[in-house]
T-cell receptor
Framework: DAGITQSPRYKITETGRQVTLMCHQT?????MFWYRQDLGHGLRLIYY???????DKGEVPDGYVVSRSKTENFPLTLESATRSQTSVYFC???????????FGPGTRLTVL | AQKVTQAQTEISVVEKEDVTLDCVYE???????LFWYKQPPSGELVFLIR??????QNEISGRYSWNFQKSTSSFNFTITASQVVDSAVYFC???????????????FGQGTTLQVKP
C-alpha cells in the first residue's frame, strides 16, 4: 500500500533488550523523521534524515540509533531499552523541508 | 532557541460552541513555518495547515480558521460550531531555517486536548 507504515504497531519488551522499530514509505520522500510522544511533552524529535546515508540527531537522541541505507526505510533501534523509553513512536516523511510531514500510524512501545 | 507553547492543556465545550486553541511560538529566525496537526482518539496525526512567516493573512477552511499574528508571535486556531468529531488532541508546531538546519524538523507544542460534549 502506498504511504508510510510502521511496524510493529505494538511492542512490549524488557529492560536491556535491543528493539528495532521499522518505518517504510513508498513516496521516495527525501526527508524522514522519528519522533516520540509523551504526555506533557507533545512530540519530540529523536533523529532525522535528509537522504539515504545522511542522518543527524534531534532533541532526544540518547539511547537510540538510526540508519538509512535505502531512501524508503528508516529504522530506529533502541540499543538497550530502558523504562524511560516507554512511549509512542512516530515516523514521518516529507518531500522537501518545511512541507507538510506525513506521519505513520505510530508504534506503542512498553519497556518493562 | 525555538519553542512552542500551548498553554491550554485541556478544553471542554458543548457541541455548537466556538472554541479557540492558543499557540505562542518563539524563534529568532525571520523565515519560519507554522503548522497545526490533529490527533483524534485513533492516534494518527492529521495535517491541518501550514503557514509561512511572510503570509499573515488569516485562513478559513470550513469551520476551521487560523489567526496568525507576528506581533504577538501567535498562531491561534478557532473551530466554529464545534462538533463531537472535533474531539482530539491538537498540536501546534514550528519549523525555522536556522533551528532546523534547513531540514524542516518540527518543534511541537505540548498539545491541547479538546473534548466536545454532545
Amino acid at each position: 500500500d502506498a504511504g508510510i507504515t510502521q511496524s510493529p504497531r505494538y511492542k512490549i519488551t524488557e529492560t536491556g533488550r535491543q528493539v528495532t522499530l521499522m518505518c517504510h514509505q513508498t513516496w521516495s520522500h527525501s526527508y524522514m523523521f522519528w519522533y516520540r510522544q509523551d504526555l506533557g511533552h507533545g512530540l519530540r524529535l529523536i533523529y532525522y534524515s535528509a537522504a539515504a546515508d545522511i542522518t543527524d540527531k534531534g532533541e532526544v537522541p540518547d539511547g537510540y540509533v538510526v540508519s538509512r541505507s535505502k531512501t524508503e526505510n528508516f529504522p530506529l533501534t533502541l540499543e538497550s531499552a530502558t523504562r524511560s523509553q516507554t512511549s509512542v513512536y512516530f515516523c514521518a516523511s516529507s518531500t522537501i523541508p518545511y512541507n507538510e510531514q506525513f506521519f505513520g500510524p505510530g508504534t506503542r512501545l512498553t519497556v518493562l | 532557541a525555538q519553542k512552542v507553547t500551548q498553554a491550554q492543556t485541556e478544553i471542554s465545550v458543548v457541541e455548537k460552541e466556538d472554541v479557540t486553541l492558543d499557540c505562542v511560538y518563539e524563534t529568532r529566525d525571520t523565515t519560519y513555518y507554522l503548522f497545526w496537526y490533529k490527533q483524534p482518539p485513533s492516534g494518527e496525526l492529521v495535517f491541518l495547515i501550514r503557514r509561512n512567516s511572510f503570509d499573515e493573512q488569516n485562513e478559513i477552511s470550513g469551520r476551521y480558521s487560523w489567526n496568525f499574528q507576528k506581533s504577538t508571535s501567535s498562531f491561534n486556531f478557532t473551530i466554529t460550531a464545534s462538533q463531537v468529531v472535533d474531539s482530539a488532541v491538537y498540536f501546534c508546531a514550528l519549523s525555522d531555517l536556522i533551528g532546523s538546519s534547513n531540514t524542516g524538523k518540527l518543534i511541537f507544542g505540548q498539545g491541547t486536548t479538546l473534548q466536545v460534549k454532545p
